[in-house]
């Protein structure tokens, strides 16, 4: 079984840019999660999809933020403008039910290590 | 209320050791805590975990002890390996927030 996939692996921007990421989750998973690990610390959700609908957004910067995904499968996340504060890896994981009252394993992808200059 | 307080930031032991690593919650609504695994330029990857209803789980050489009134639970590595060496996070969620809080992460060294 294939696991989540994302890309790009490394990002290098410069301040006030856009960058867009992309993430592919494990087949027939309905829940997909965007995560933000700074350096040093935990991942911290961004944004919760379940199918292709906004479970939980509350921790997601909507002023540069955004995120969406397309036929409840692939997800984009994309930062606009970026600031130097937004260095980070950003996760993507997928579960196979996920949602209020239901508890089961995410499965994380490799990440993509933003650099923000 | 929502933060989950783990420590130490980093460990080193020898191989063969028991690294101890220790986690607190102070929200009563969590009831499921998973540890994961980091490996440099991966991902974290599930462990094991425990629902709040046993006081131990034991998966190979990794073992999860909770203490509920005490609101903390650790995990634990016998016959810790050179392959150990990762970063180790906590985390909770209840069935009705279904978010995952993660701690800050634990370093650990197993050194040969």
């Known amino acids: 079984e294939a696991g989540v996939a994302q890309s790009p692996r490394y990002k290098i921007i410069e301040k006030r840019q856009s960058v867009a990421f992309w993430c592919n989750p494990i087949s027939g998973h309905a829940t997909l999660y965007w995560y933000q690990q700074i350096l040093g610390q935990g991942p911290k959700l961004l944004i919760q999809f379940q199918n292709n609908g906004v479970v939980d957004d509350s921790q997601l910067p909507k002023d540069r933020f955004s995120a969406e995904r397309l036929k409840g499968v692939d997800s984009t996340l994309k930062i606009q403008p970026a600031k130097l504060e937004d260095s980070a890896v950003y996760l993507c994981?997928?579960?196979?039910?996920?949602?209020?009252?239901?508890?089961?394993?995410?499965?994380f992808g490799p990440g993509t290590r933003l650099t923000v200059l | 209320q929502q933060q989950v307080k783990q420590s130490p930031q980093s460990l080193i032991v020898q191989k063969g050791g028991i690294p101890i690593i220790n986690c607190a919650y102070e929200n009563t609504a969590f009831d499921y805590f998973p540890w994961y695994q980091q490996f440099p330029g991966k991902g974290p990857a599930l462990l094991i975990a425990?629902?709040?209803?046993?006081s131990e789980k034991k998966e190979g050489r990794f073992t999860i002890s909770f203490n509920k009134s005490a609101k903390q639970f650790s995990l634990h590595i016998m016959d810790s390996q050179p392959g150990d060496s990762a970063t180790y996070f906590c985390a909770a969620t209840g069935d009705s927030s279904y978010k995952l809080i993660f701690g800050s992460g634990t370093r650990l060294l197993v050194r040969p």
């Open positions: 994981a997928s579960s196979p039910r996920g949602g209020a009252g239901v508890t089961d394993t995410q499965y």
């Open positions: 425990i629902r709040p209803d046993v």
